[in-house]
């Protein structure tokens, strides 16, 4: 009896433990079910794009610099190549998928290796791109690809003293470029002046990135100082700034869109990668901070504004993790992540006026390769079964005009993106020819040049008079009317003053010896008549653009005489020193 007792005691205890147990994974259950955040946006998947839809054979550039090397459009792929020398990228039409021909015709203009590039938001055929020779250039390319290696660059932007890292176009005012040099300038151009806007020079050491808001009004950037800054970029006032991530590699930045936050990535004190999310008003403490892993890879940020959603790449990751992005704490949600074998070099982002809306595609990464020369297309999808247009996974979107000019942007306006609709407008391009080359860059040389080529192209017309009726030449009265005519003119011009000599110094005539008419006589001592009217009518400018660079070149000549004077000068007491000296040692 006592051993029958003990085993229904043993037994009941057992089935107490088990009743426990089950309640609890019961009441397990039941909290995390509540915990679950409902999203439409929780399932979406990355697609890679078949082999046959990925462009093979590319030279993909080995350098070290920590940027995408790769520029999409909805016309034209844009990758940066491994040259010998100089900096060359590669331009694809969207189509031209599959093998690359290994002679396939590049951009090839600057000096040093490319470093990064960039499509202009409303004109698809011109890239610009930064380079190692310390310029950023523009480039026109023909609808249909190059058909030769491009080396004429509509615009070269030359400012700084250092390589350029980083460009970025302005998201509603045309033709407004920043860029980021490593000599710790920010330099906000306008390419239809070829002129520099505005320049920041607030960064004690190297930038690492910037980024601009939905309506271009602010700059955020950050910097080897480990500061997270945010500038009104028309002035250069920095709004605020605060100590970013605390490691010692580089850090990221995005604007969130229109919401007044933004989200930096980076590496803790120990090398942990992290995100972090700020309110742009104050940088002094983040929103929120989490750590992602302890790879070694920096991550990229890209944010879709339509959707909400962030993206994280990792230099030398193989997967792409995605967040939610929300007006409340915790601010952002983790959804998913594409995991893939093959690590990434760079990563290229399709505008959202690009994505195939038939299959519910919200992104579009071209992706390069680190290990094997490829870019490969992935599209993250949104699970659907209807093909019909989803108005609520595609919102009216930025579009290809410009909201603002540059004119009234630089004066202080600012002004939100004009929006397309994707059901109707969908997959649009441009097709609008720019001509950015100042026109007062253009020389005196180039129009005569042009006059000339001008003249040569006119067809001769063959005189079938008689030789009687050419005896009496109509040409040679005809220039003699107008020598008098002109002499004339003078004489009106200049109140009839007759021939009188212009009183001025032997040394005046000197100084304007290389200017033009004054050099038949300044090496006679002598001083210019009116009466050479054919000297005065060939060298007087005669329209603005040959004033101002007879006035530039008699001002580089003038500083040139200046200096001349000021070491003339100096040399002149020197000798009195050493003749004051040599007296003294007479003296001695």
Same mark, same amino acid.
């Given at each position: 009896?006592?051993?029958?007792?003990?085993?229904?005691?043993?037994?009941?205890?057992?089935?107490?433990?088990?009743?426990?147990?089950?309640?609890?994974?019961?009441?397990?259950?039941?909290?995390?079910?509540?915990?679950?955040?409902?999203?439409?946006?929780?399932?979406?998947?990355?697609?890679?794009?078949?082999?046959?839809?990925?462009?093979?054979?590319?030279?993909?550039?080995?350098?070290?610099? !920590?940027?995408?090397?790769?520029?999409?459009?909805?016309?034209?792929?844009?990758?940066?190549?491994?040259?010998?020398?100089?900096?060359?990228?590669?331009?694809?039409?969207?189509?031209?998928?599959?093998?690359?021909?290994?002679?396939?015709?590049?951009?090839?203009?600057?000096? &040093?290796?490319?470093?990064?590039?960039?499509?202009?938001?409303?004109?698809?055929?011109?890239?610009?791109?930064?380079? !190692?020779?310390?310029?950023?250039? +523009?480039?026109?390319?023909?609808?249909?690809?190059?058909?030769?290696?491009?080396?004429?660059?509509?615009?070269?932007?030359?400012?700084?003293? @250092?390589?350029?890292?980083?460009?970025?176009?302005?998201?509603?005012?045309?033709?407004?470029?920043?860029?980021?040099?490593?000599?710790?300038?920010?330099?906000?151009?306008?390419?239809?002046? &070829?002129?520099?806007?505005?320049?920041?020079?607030?960064?004690?050491?190297?930038?690492?990135?910037?980024?601009?808001?939905?309506?271009?009004?602010?700059?955020?950037?950050?910097?080897?100082?480990?500061?997270?800054?945010?500038?009104?970029?028309?002035?250069?006032?920095?709004?605020?700034?605060?100590?970013?991530?605390?490691?010692?590699?580089?850090?990221?930045?995005?604007?969130?869109?229109?919401?007044?936050?933004?989200?930096?990535?980076?590496?803790?004190?120990?090398?942990?990668?992290?995100?972090?999310?700020?309110?742009?008003?104050?940088?002094?403490?983040?929103?929120?901070?989490?750590?992602?892993?302890?790879?070694?890879?920096?991550?990229?940020?890209?944010?879709?504004?339509?959707t909400n959603m962030v993206y994280l790449a &990792?230099?030398?990751?193989?997967?792409?993790?995605?967040?939610?992005?929300?007006?409340?704490?915790?601010?952002?949600?983790?959804?998913?992540?594409?995991?893939?074998?093959?690590?990434?070099?760079?990563?290229?982002?399709?505008?959202?006026?690009?994505?195939?809306?038939?299959?519910?595609?919200?992104?579009?990464?071209?992706?390069?390769?680190?290990?094997?020369?490829?870019?490969?297309?992935?599209?993250?999808?949104?699970? @659907?079964?209807?093909?019909?247009?989803?108005?609520?996974?595609?919102?009216?979107?930025?579009?290809?005009?410009?909201?603002?000019?540059?004119?009234?942007?630089?004066?202080?306006?600012?002004?939100?993106?004009? +929006?397309?609709?994707?059901?109707?407008?969908?997959?649009?391009?441009?097709?609008?020819?720019?001509?950015?080359?100042?026109?007062?860059?253009?020389?005196?040389?180039?129009?005569?040049?042009?006059?000339?080529?001008?003249?040569?192209?006119?067809?001769?017309?063959?005189?079938?008079?008689?030789?009687?009726?050419?005896?009496?030449?109509?040409?040679?009265?005809?220039?003699?009317?107008?020598?008098?005519?002109?002499?004339?003119?003078?004489?009106?011009?200049?109140?009839?003053?007759?021939?009188?000599?212009?009183?001025?110094?032997?040394?005046?005539?000197?100084?304007?010896?290389?200017?033009?008419?004054?050099?038949?006589?300044?090496?006679?001592?002598?001083?210019?008549? +009116?009466?050479?009217?054919?000297?005065?009518?060939?060298?007087?400018?005669?329209?603005?653009?040959?004033?101002?660079?007879?006035? +530039?070149?008699q001002t580089d000549e003038l500083r040139l005489?200046?200096?001349?004077?000021?070491?003339?000068?100096?040399?002149v007491k020197e000798l009195e020193e050493q003749?004051?000296?040599?007296?003294?040692?007479?003296?001695?």
């Amino acid at each position: 009896m006592p051993r029958i007792r003990g085993e229904l005691l043993e037994r009941f205890e057992l089935a107490a433990v088990l009743d426990s147990n089950l309640l609890h994974s019961k009441s397990f259950e039941q909290s995390w079910f509540r915990g679950v955040r409902s999203s439409k946006f929780r399932h979406v998947y990355g697609a890679p794009a078949k082999r046959e839809r990925c462009y093979d054979n590319i030279k993909i550039t080995k350098n070290a610099h !920590d940027s995408q090397f790769c520029a999409v459009n909805p016309k034209f792929l844009a990758v940066v190549t491994e040259v010998a020398g100089g900096g060359a990228f590669l331009v694809l039409p969207l189509d031209h998928t599959g093998r690359l021909d290994f002679n396939a015709n590049r951009v090839t203009g600057h000096t &040093g290796p490319v470093l990064d590039i960039k499509w202009n938001p409303f004109n698809d055929n011109v890239i610009a791109s930064s380079s !190692d020779d310390c310029t950023v250039k +523009l480039w026109h390319i023909p609808d249909g690809g190059l058909s030769r290696n491009l080396t004429d660059w509509l615009v070269e932007l030359q400012g700084h003293k @250092r390589r350029v890292g980083y460009i970025e176009w302005h998201p509603t005012a045309e033709n407004i470029l920043f860029s980021a040099g490593f000599d710790h300038l920010v330099i906000v151009w306008d390419i239809s002046k &070829g002129e520099a806007v505005s320049v920041i020079d607030r960064h004690p050491d190297v930038i690492y990135s910037m980024s601009l808001n939905r309506d271009g009004s602010l700059l955020a950037t950050t910097c080897k100082d480990k500061k997270l800054r945010v500038f009104e970029p028309r002035s250069g006032i920095v709004v605020s700034e605060g100590i970013c991530h605390a490691g010692t590699k580089a850090s990221k930045v995005v604007f969130l869109g229109a919401s007044g936050r933004l989200l930096t990535t980076g590496f803790s004190r120990h090398s942990d990668r992290q995100y972090a999310v700020w309110s742009q008003h104050d940088l002094s403490a983040p929103l929120t901070c989490e750590t992602i892993d302890s790879s070694s890879g920096i991550v990229f940020p890209f944010y879709d504004h339509d959707t909400n959603m962030v993206y994280l790449a &990792g230099k030398g990751d193989g997967n792409i993790r995605y967040y939610e992005v929300v007006n409340e704490a915790p601010w952002v949600h983790y959804l998913s992540q594409f995991i893939s074998g093959n690590p990434q070099r760079g990563l290229g982002v399709m505008p959202k006026r690009g994505v195939n809306t038939s299959i519910c595609e919200v992104f579009r990464f071209f992706k390069l390769h680190a290990t094997r020369g490829m870019c490969e297309p992935i599209s993250m999808i949104v699970p @659907r079964k209807s093909d019909q247009f989803q108005d609520d996974l595609y919102p009216d979107t930025v579009g290809t005009t410009p909201s603002i000019s540059a004119k009234d942007w630089i004066s202080g306006m600012n002004s939100p993106p004009v +929006l397309i609709s994707l059901k109707t407008g969908g997959s649009i391009t441009t097709h609008k020819p720019r001509v950015y080359k100042p026109s007062h860059l253009t020389s005196t040389t180039d129009a005569n040049t042009k006059k000339k080529f001008a003249f040569l192209s006119t067809e001769t017309v063959p005189d079938y008079r008689p030789k009687e009726y050419n005896e009496i030449s109509e040409k040679s009265q005809k220039t003699s009317s107008n020598q008098s005519t002109k002499f004339h003119q003078l004489q009106q011009k200049f109140n009839n003053v007759g021939l009188q000599t212009p009183r001025c110094s032997i040394k005046f005539y000197e100084l304007l010896s290389k200017f033009g008419s004054f050099s038949l006589y300044s090496k006679n001592n002598i001083s210019p008549s +009116l009466n050479d009217n054919k000297v005065l009518d060939t060298e007087i400018p005669i329209n603005e653009s040959e004033l101002r660079v007879a006035y +530039l070149r008699q001002t580089d000549e003038l500083r040139l005489v200046r200096r001349q004077l000021a070491n003339s000068q100096l040399r002149v007491k020197e000798l009195e020193e050493q003749l004051r000296k040599q007296q003294q040692q007479k003296g001695l």
